[in-house]
């Protein structure tokens, strides 16, 4: 029902813009989230998105260079990935939650397939 796409492979410094489209349902009600999993790693928080779009939340890492959106009409929600670093190489995944606080806490009710994103030096 989460499907995202964009993945890709580029240097370091480049920029990248993650999509995950919704089906089967409205997810204009939940608060939407991407998160990511390194090779070797425990999956971690990337960004959140209110349902409203009034409220987002970074992790550290990525706050400053990376923009969550999200566009109700589409069902979609984006991850615009600007001045990538080697460290950012992971799958990113899209999730949906009650709320943002849900999303950020990683108890997602419902989570879409990865798509992976390497950035070489």
């Known amino acids: 029902q989460l499907q995202a796409s964009g993945g890709g492979s580029v240097q370091a410094g480049g920029s990248l813009r993650l999509s995950c489209a919704a089906s089967?349902?409205?997810?204009?009600?939940?608060?939407m989230g991407w998160f990511r999993q390194a090779p070797g790693k425990e999956r971690e928080f990337v960004a959140a998105i209110s349902w409203d779009t009034g409220t987002m939340r970074y992790a550290d890492s990525v706050k400053g260079r990376f923009i969550i959106s999200r566009n109700n009409a589409k069902n979609t929600v984006y991850l615009q990935m600007n001045s990538l670093k080697p460290e950012d190489t992971a799958v990113y995944y899209c999730a949906a939650g009650g709320t943002i606080m849900v999303v950020t806490t990683g108890r997602n009710d419902y989570w879409g397939q990865g798509t992976l994103v390497t950035v070489s030096s």
């Open positions: 089967g349902r409205t997810f204009s009600s939940y608060a």
